[in-house]
């Protein structure tokens, strides 16, 4: 059996790594009455920490505890598979170690997968700077990942909000159980001013419950994580991968019946189910997953698929590019549950709102000086930063423009010069 390890860096990295680990012992622990410790325990769970603490100016001090701490994690593994590294973009900690630890792995560990969970910070987040710490990870996001799944503190708050809703229109007959991620201590649901960041957790950590469930337990069509890499990355500057998860009632523990099998699949590809605010439906896809998890056949998942090719703009040197999995297990509670990963021009908005809010410091070379008084910091790594990211807008732009028949051709060949 393939093994992972999971990285999980900055304060965003740590709350949401626990989370899964919580609900991941939560599975585990329904599906093996007996507690033994099984293979599927065995794929993730090690009594190693693998947790990395600090910033990035403190990268180059630790980086020979921070190997040694890698290495001893990758020797307890009889096949490592792939690394996940999860944190956040706009704090020092989470957006500069956590790349550090990137290149620190490409470095070490060439050969396995390296899968980033990155968090985006909204535009009223209060780090000033976040814009100059998003921007300068994500050229080492370009360069050093193999896949990243963007996801928008934003479109986690909304999805919180549905959830709220859900609960309290009343005409679905929920109630929630009384130690839910959406209750308060006091039995009672959140207020939106709130700012529920346990619940927002909870959606990044059922997406990865998602996203792992194959390497845990067993199912008809079982995929491996580097498959995700494999088929859903034409390109290798563009492996950011949209996801979604379906139904929404899954993130919370709230008792209500099941959707329509084929109405959670529609919601898979629908604005509101976005982990990122962006609407897949009206841009280019370059490829699409599903990973379904519970009572579900091979043939709705082609049924289903057939049903809503017409309506998705798939690229047209890939019309078929779709990769399927199948996990019998389902989230402890419900009946299924659906994970869609899409590789789809959806993303560069994100991007392009992230270039403005950088731009509107750089112009003024606001809070720059915190910056360049660190040692091997120099401003010459933020030009190259938001170079980056423009050849990353203008990648997707072309690809746009192949949608409507301007260009048949996109960014394939210049890749491969």
Same mark, same amino acid.
């Given at each position: ?228 890499? %494999?088929?859903?990355?034409? *390109? ?6 949209? !996801?979604? @998860?379906?139904?929404? /009632?899954?993130?919370? +523990? ?122 091997? %910091?120099?401003?010459?790594? *933020? ?6 990211? !423009?050849? @990353?807008?203008?990648? /997707?732009?072309?690809? +746009? ?17």
């Amino acid at each position: 059996m393939t093994q992972s390890v999971v990285v999980q860096v900055g304060q965003c990295g740590n709350q949401v790594g626990c989370r899964f680990w919580d609900l991941a012992l939560r599975e585990h622990a329904a599906v093996n009455k007996k507690g033994i410790y099984d293979e599927a325990l065995s794929s993730f769970f090690r009594n190693v920490d693998t947790r990395a603490v600090g910033c990035k100016v403190y990268g180059c001090q630790y980086r020979e505890n921070i190997v040694e701490k890698l290495r001893k994690t990758a020797e307890h593994c009889d096949c490592l598979q792939c690394f996940f590294i999860i944190h956040s973009m706009g704090g020092g900690t989470g957006s500069g170690l956590g790349t550090f630890v990137l290149n620190l792995l490409e470095d070490e560990f060439p050969e396995v997968y390296r899968f980033v969970t990155s968090v985006y910070p909204s535009g009223e987040d209060d780090v000033i700077t976040s814009p100059y710490n998003s921007v300068l990870a994500m050229k080492e996001l370009n360069e050093h990942a193999d896949c990243v799944l963007p996801i928008e503190n934003e479109s986690l708050f909304d999805i919180v909000n549905k959830i709220h809703q859900m609960i309290n229109s009343g005409k679905l007959g929920s109630t929630v159980k009384p130690n839910s991620l959406v209750t308060s201590s006091a039995g009672t649901a959140k207020t939106v001013q709130e700012k529920p960041f346990d619940a927002m957790n909870n959606i990044v950590a059922n997406l990865l419950l998602n996203l792992t469930s194959s390497a845990r337990f067993e199912g008809s069509l079982n995929m491996d994580l580097n498959e995700i890499s %494999m088929n859903l990355v034409p *390109f290798p500057r563009l492996h950011y991968l949209v !996801s979604s @998860l379906t139904p929404l /009632y899954t993130l919370a +523990d709230v008792n209500i019946p099941s959707r329509r099998l084929d109405q959670m699949f529609s919601d898979a590809f629908s604005r509101d189910h976005q982990l990122i605010r962006a609407d897949p439906k009206h841009s280019l896809y370059l490829a699409c997953a599903l990973l379904v998890r519970g009572n579900v056949q091979v043939s709705d998942l082609r049924r289903n698929i057939e049903r809503l090719k017409p309506s998705l703009h798939f690229i047209s040197w890939n019309q078929e590019g779709w990769k399927t999995s199948l996990c019998s297990v389902p989230p402890v509670g419900h009946s299924h549950s659906l994970l869609a990963l899409a590789n789809n021009t959806c993303v560069k908005p994100t991007f392009m709102e992230l270039k403005d809010r950088f731009m509107k410091l750089y112009k003024k070379k606001a809070h720059l000086h915190h910056y360049l008084q660190v040692d091997g %910091m120099e401003q010459g790594c *933020f030009s190259e930063a938001i170079s980056s990211l !423009s050849d @990353l807008i203008e990648e /997707y732009n072309e690809l +746009d423009a192949s949608k409507g028949g301007l260009r048949t051709d996109p960014s394939r060949l210049k890749i491969a010069v």
